[in-house]
Each structure stands twice: as structure tokens, then as C-alpha cells.
């Protein structure tokens, strides 16, 4: 089992940047496809990107697409989440997903690990 401690969030104006990383216990964190997902309270749970077990393929929501930049440190157990040109919209908490396969997915219930989310809040 693997356990996900994701970091990074804070409030930034409009127009800003923040890099979201997620640290993921256990020596297996290259056998699993990550994926990022964020939720505002009320409304369900949104995918942002995603990336394979390898970092060789990514996937992204089309309202992140250009602003938003999936990568994987395999070595240092992390996934990160680049965005910029943050927008009011974005505001959510900001949760990252483990699953067991190779390929990323784009559906929440394909991840079988979460993390606890950090918060992003963008300021008009």
C-alpha cells in the first residue's frame, strides 16, 4: 500500500503560478500511473492531468490544458503538478491518486490510493 502526502498549495493572485508536489511512501512509487484531481466543496470530484508509470505519457482536462505541466521524479518518489496562469476557477483542493497499472487514467474511481489534498486558492 502506498500513502500519498501532497504539498505545495497556498493563495496566489490571478495570473500566478504554484507547483503541487506529492511524495509517495514505499519503493514501488515507479509501478504506479499518478494522476492529480481537485474538488470545491459541493461539486464532484474534477481530473486535472495525469501521467503514466514511466512519465512517457501524460493527459490533461482540457480547461488546464497550456497552463497545466504533469511530471514524475521515480527517484525521489514524487509527482508534480506545474501550474500557471492560475485563474479564480481554480480554486479547489488538490488531490493526488496512485493506481497500479501502467497507462494514466482520467476516472477517479481507477485510483485505488489518495492523498489528503492541499489547497489551492487564486485570488481575482
Known amino acids: 500500500q502506498v500513502q500519498l502526502v501532497p504539498s505545495g498549495g497556498g493563495l496566489v493572485p490571478a495570473g500566478d503560478s504554484l507547483r503541487l508536489s506529492c511524495v509517495a511512501s514505499?519503493?514501488?512509487?515507479?509501478?504506479?500511473?499518478m494522476g492529480w484531481f481537485r474538488q470545491v466543496p459541493g461539486k464532484e470530484r474534477e481530473f486535472v492531468a495525469a501521467?503514466?508509470?514511466?512519465?512517457?505519457?501524460?493527459t490533461y482536462a482540457d480547461v488546464v490544458k497550456g497552463r497545466v505541466t504533469i511530471s514524475r521524479d521515480n527517484a525521489k518518489n514524487t509527482v508534480y503538478l506545474q501550474m500557471n496562469s492560475l485563474r479564480p476557477e481554480d480554486t479547489a483542493l488538490y488531490s493526488c491518486?496512485?493506481?497500479?497499472?501502467?497507462?494514466?487514467?482520467?476516472?477517479?474511481?481507477?485510483?485505488?490510493?489518495w492523498g489528503r489534498g492541499t489547497q489551492v486558492t487564486v485570488s481575482s
Open positions: 501521467i503514466s508509470e514511466s512519465g512517457g505519457s501524460t
Open positions: 491518486a496512485a493506481r497500479t497499472a501502467y497507462y494514466a487514467s482520467r476516472r477517479d474511481f481507477d485510483y485505488a490510493y
Open positions: 514505499g519503493p514501488t512509487f515507479s509501478s504506479y500511473a
